[in-house]
């Protein structure tokens, strides 16, 4: 019998090759009716046999196109017939409330990649190629539903061949919005700085100059996916340190784009995991571990064995790339750390006196969006910097939000979070929230997602620190909503266990930076009794003075003279060591008084800072030129075969864990001429033993058998291994992060877990 159904289909189903793929199922099982993208998702009106509609749901809900992630397959029956002659597609509708998924941009596909080396074809070396499989999407995206008159592709019209492909079922680029050709889509441009015509023909001459101009050692600006790159011969020493000084980015390792897993490998150790990672269609920056035979000078990555690779994922980078011989240097085109420039006018300003050339095209992007950052640990990718390709695809919780959330995130790599349903939807890497620009970013970005997911925030969440421009923002807000004050380690821990889909109390292992403890203090080095509701503090590392406050994380050895004075009393400007003969005595003195008498010294309990003091005393660093570089820099040094560890003092209540010993034994190693290799070693695997026997203590008091591991300490990968390795041995459930970062980029996910769970528990 002949029946007639609705079938709703949430999920990311716009913008994947949905709609054809229905259409093609539905031929295929005889069904008559309609399919339209409608404001939830796709929407299919089918009649047919009864036996026909129900296979035909099984194969939705069972072999859905790769690219579509389908959360709910709803079927409304019982429907009046309409006497279908046909299956068609319908355009979208655009009435009621626009609550559908945007699909992540996508690499070029092997189908597109095909067509772009074929002489033949007709869109034969066209830098924008793309279809329903593959290109941008959430970077040219304004508004939802999703369809061209909505993305910046509006601005081209569409001619006669690609309107046929566009509006035929059975082509690959049915309804692939941003479709475009040689004719009709947007055009390459080569500027000079000052804004001028390099070439006189646009397109494949522009493309042409520009790998000369780079193969010949310049500094060229250009338009991709997300933002602007500031691309260079990545072998010329030369180029590469000309882009650091008028970049003013000293140390900072640069990330480098190569045509091919082949090229990669012959600078990297390349693991079949990590060979996924560079392969997917994410393309992320992959950190690799760097071969000591590589040519990649120096200079790209100072002072750490990895290299950050990634591999073409844009038809124009294909382009670029093909045949040129080797990678090149493609960093983020901005200064400092401002976010990464995005429109054209706005890179001619800011870039003018960095890149001497610029390859242009005339695509906007609408959302700018970094190179996403991730790392292959224990078999799966570990996220670093969580933003193009992966943003804005929710994280689906394991429970579902009680409200509509906003996660305000924290300050440094901030990203902020909207929540709805089992949805969270945290935002692409905004940045530091330091400058004007970044929190305008913010702003902007808050207002973009909570009109494509139409999410209207009952409930802001926002870190305890009284100074970060997230919470001031939160704090500003419409007084009528609900606000939830999160303490930063607590957020760390939660966006672990949101990250891990777990629930419950575990203990929770927060090695961090700063964050605003519950007392006043920065904390940093703490062990909790933590679930998604609270946390208690069971331990911490003990209190040290920061002379100087935010001068003492961009100077270790300030906390390297805290720590000496400390663990060898005033005696140790006598000690033979060479961190004491290099430093100016008047100096340390007058630091030794601030710190002893709280001048602008706010007590600190981070490991991060203890990281910095130990790597000040190796010589590693006495100045850093990056947030983090004097612990990457401990890391790298460490000498990986060694067993030996330092112990850390532990009050008699347990609550304190004193640093001297750690420091006395460094101080005597030191004078023994243990190499710094050694040392660094040591106290790598005394954190990872002080963590190790925190947890067993913790586990026989409170029964708790599952250990969190979460804050930016823990991106050390020689620490997380030693760590993971011990816990495990001791029969200990660890969890690592792996969809959000462990550093602030997961802040905001754990702010509206824990939001989420007060509202629950009725704490809200
Ligand atoms: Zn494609
Ligand atoms: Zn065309
Ligand atoms: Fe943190």
Redo the contacts with the bound molecule.
């Keep these: 019998m002949a029946t007639r159904v609705h079938i709703q289909v949430r999920g990311i189903v716009q913008g994947v090759g949905f709609r054809p793929f229905v259409f093609s199922e539905a031929n295929r099982h005889s069904l008559r009716g309609n399919v339209f993208n409608n404001t939830s998702g796709v929407l299919i009106d089918v009649e047919g046999e009864d036996a026909d509609i129900a296979q035909f749901v099984e194969r939705i809900k069972s072999n859905p196109p790769p690219r579509s992630v389908v959360d709910a397959v709803e079927c409304t029956n019982h429907l009046g017939p309409a006497y279908y002659d046909t299956f068609r597609i319908i355009e979208t509708n655009t009435a009621g409330q626009p609550i559908v998924s945007i699909s992540s941009d996508i690499a070029t596909c092997q189908d597109c990649l095909g067509e772009l080396f074929d002489t033949a074809n007709r869109r034969y070396r066209y830098p924008f190629i793309n279809c329903t499989n593959c290109g941008p999407r959430f970077t040219i995206v304004e508004d939802v539903p999703y369809d061209r008159a909505r993305t910046t592709m509006r601005e081209f019209r ?2 006669d ?2 309107r046929e492909e566009y509006e035929n079922p059975h082509d690959r680029r049915f309804h692939a919005e941003p479709t ?6 947007p055009q390459l441009s080569l500027l000079s700085s000052n804004g001028r015509p390099v070439s006189g023909k646009p397109g494949e001459d522009a493309l042409a100059r520009a790998r000369g101009l780079l193969q010949a050692g310049n500094v060229v600006a250009i338009k991709g996916i997300g933002g602007f790159h500031l691309a260079c011969d990545a072998f010329d020493d030369e180029v590469i340190s000309k882009l650091r000084r008028r970049k003013y980015r000293e140390d900072k390792p640069f990330a480098i784009m190569a045509a091919s897993i082949e090229e990669i490998r012959q600078h990297c150790y390349v693991s079949p995991e990590e060979e996924c990672l560079l392969l997917s269609e994410f393309r992320p920056i992959v950190l690799l571990e760097r071969l000591d035979t590589s040519q990649v000078p120096r200079s790209v990555a100072p002072g750490v064995n990895t290299l950050g690779f990634m591999l073409p994922y844009a038809p124009l980078q294909h382009l670029l790339l093909e045949g040129l011989g080797g990678p090149l240097v493609m960093t983020s085109a901005n200064i400092s750390d401002e976010p990464i420039c995005y429109e054209d006018g706005d890179a001619f300003g800011r870039l003018s006196g960095i890149a001497d050339f610029f390859l242009l095209h005339d695509r906007r992007i609408h959302v700018r969006s970094d190179d996403s950052v991730v790392r292959a640990y224990a078999g799966r990718a570990m996220m670093l910097r969580r933003s193009r390709g992966y943003a804005p695809a929710p994280i689906k919780t394991a429970f579902t939000f009680a409200r509509q959330i906003l996660a305000c995130g924290a300050e440094l790599k901030n990203t902020f979070c909207l929540t709805r349903d089992d949805h969270a939807f945290v935002s692409h890497h905004i940045g530091d929230l330091e400058n004007l620009e970044t929190f305008n970013s913010f702003k902007q970005g808050i207002e973009h997602f909570s009109r494509l997911f139409n999410i209207h925030p009952e409930v802001i969440a926002y870190d305890l620190h009284p100074e970060y421009l997230s919470t001031k923002y939160a704090l500003s807000l419409d007084d009528n909503l609900t606000r939830v004050g999160i303490q930063h380690h607590h957020a760390h821990i939660a966006s672990c266990m949101a990250d891990n889909r777990i629930d419950g109390d575990v203990i929770g292992v927060a090695m961090d930076g700063l964050g605003f403890g519950s007392d006043g203090r920065l904390w940093g080095g703490e062990f909790f009794v933590a679930n998604l509701v609270e946390a208690s503090r069971i331990a911490h590392l003990d209190y040290v003075p920061m002379p100087g406050g935010a001068k003492a994380i961009r100077q270790p050895w300030r906390m390297a003279a805290v720590y000496l004075q400390r663990a060898m009393g005033d005696d140790y400007l006598k000690l033979d060591l060479p961190y004491v003969s290099e430093l100016d005595h008047r100096q340390l003195n007058t630091l030794q008084r601030m710190a002893a008498t709280g001048t602008n010294s706010p007590e600190t309990s981070s490991i991060g800072r203890l990281f910095d003091a130990v790597a000040s005393l190796l010589r590693v660093r006495n100045f850093v030129n990056y947030e983090g570089q004097a612990a990457i820099e401990l890391e790298s040094i460490a000498d990986k075969e060694c067993s030996a560890g330092y112990e850390f003092r532990i009050s008699e209540d347990g609550r304190l864990l004193g640093a001297e010993p750690v420091i006395q034994r460094v101080v005597e190693d030191l004078l023994d001429g243990v190499s710094p290799a050694q040392v660094s070693a040591k106290f790598h695997i005394g954190v990872a033993n002080l963590i190790a026997s925190q947890a067993r203590r913790i586990r026989g008091e409170h029964r708790l058998n599952r250990v969190a591991l979460s804050g930016g300490v823990f991106q050390n990968m020689f620490l997380l291994r030693k760590t993971s390795q011990l816990l495990a041995r001791d029969g200990f459930e660890v969890f690592t992060h792996s969809r959000v970062p462990p550093n602030d980029g997961g802040i905001s996910l754990g702010q509206a877990a824990i939001a989420n769970a007060r509202i629950e528990s009725g704490r809200i």
């Excluded at 475009?180 to 889509?185: L, V």
Aim: charged residues 10%.
């Design positions: 569409m001619c061949a690609c475009a050709c040689h004719r009709c889509g």
